[in-house]
């Protein structure tokens, strides 16, 4: 039986097709205890498994779509969905034509990307931290973009042609350009395998740092991929994890507060799927 969105999570503001569904959790409307309070889906930040699994089933039943979770590992591999896909396997992404399961990422501050095709025939999820979405010299500079486009497309494609082929993206909720301060390998690594992302970095002032826009090289990324209808996270203050903490899970900002470079905090998760 299909449940109710809680009222604080986000429903993407974009053009998806009829029949395509979509939304981003909050730390709101689940059963987990602080620092985890209250919808942390992450089984591998220190929670209690039995609250996890009590949360992973209220989106399932809220969403009516069987939600399947990856193992993260900042990369750029790809998994296609079925339904009898069991959680757990390596992926940064995820794509399906299957209807009623769910494409899901979770993140707190690395970047959530949705696509679908304008038809909604294909859907898909990506995990887009900056080294997943840089990629690396030895891939050709491919990330995790490049490689569940790649994947998406070849589902898209089956018995049309490439050029009737129309994607629409949605970036969630990740660290802002004023709050993620990185060091000047990530600016080169990026300089490196996309032009133009020079200009998304900005002197932090401190020892050399810069402050960089994820959300805005992610839709540099697509761009390049030639996808232009790109919906979400445009790198304003509402859209930034950190500076929102009642309403975000943020990996960094809880770092920061406990001095140890770790942040034990929850998980958020973006999914998408096909009624």
């Not at 931290?129 to 690396?136: F, P, V």
């Not at 990330?143 to 993206?169: H, T």
């Not at 990740?174 to 200009?199: D, H, M, N, Q, S």
Request: aromatic share 6%.
């Amino acid at each position: 039986m299909v449940g109710a969105l809680h009222a604080d999570w986000l429903i993407p503001d974009w053009p998806a097709p009829a029949g395509v569904r979509a939304v981003f959790t909050s730390r709101a409307g689940g059963v987990s205890a602080p620092p985890f309070d209250s919808m942390n889906l992450g089984d591998h930040v220190g929670d209690l498994a039995g609250r996890v699994a009590e949360n992973r089933a209220l989106l399932r039943r809220a969403t009516g779509a069987r939600t399947v979770f990856l193992n993260q590992v900042h990369g750029a591999r790809v998994l296609e969905l079925d339904s009898d896909t069991p959680d757990g396997q390596h992926a940064d992404a995820c794509v399906t034509v299957q209807r009623q399961v769910a494409c899901t990422v979770m993140v707190a501050d690395c970047l959530p990307v949705l696509l679908t095709t304008a038809d909604g025939e294909v859907v898909a999820a990506a995990h887009a931290g900056w080294r997943g979405l840089a990629g690396s010299r030895e891939s050709g500079g491919q990330g995790v973009l490049a490689s569940v486009y790649q994947s998406f497309r070849a589902l898209a494609q089956a018995g049309r042609a490439q050029s009737a082929i129309r994607v629409i993206a949605w970036l969630g909720p990740c660290i802002g350009p004023t709050a993620f301060e990185v060091g000047p390998e990530v600016k080169a690594a990026f300089e490196a395998v996309l032009p133009g992302a020079g200009r998304l970095f900005v002197e932090s002032g401190k020892n050399g740092k810069y402050l960089a826009d994820l959300s805005g090289l992610a839709r540099l990324r697509l761009q390049a991929l030639g996808i232009t209808q790109i919906y979400g996270n445009d790198g304003s203050a509402p859209w930034c994890t950190v500076t929102h903490p009642s309403r975000f899970f943020s990996h960094r900002r809880d770092a920061g507060v406990q001095g140890n470079g770790f942040g034990t905090t929850g998980r958020m998760a973006a999914c998408i799927w096909r009624e």
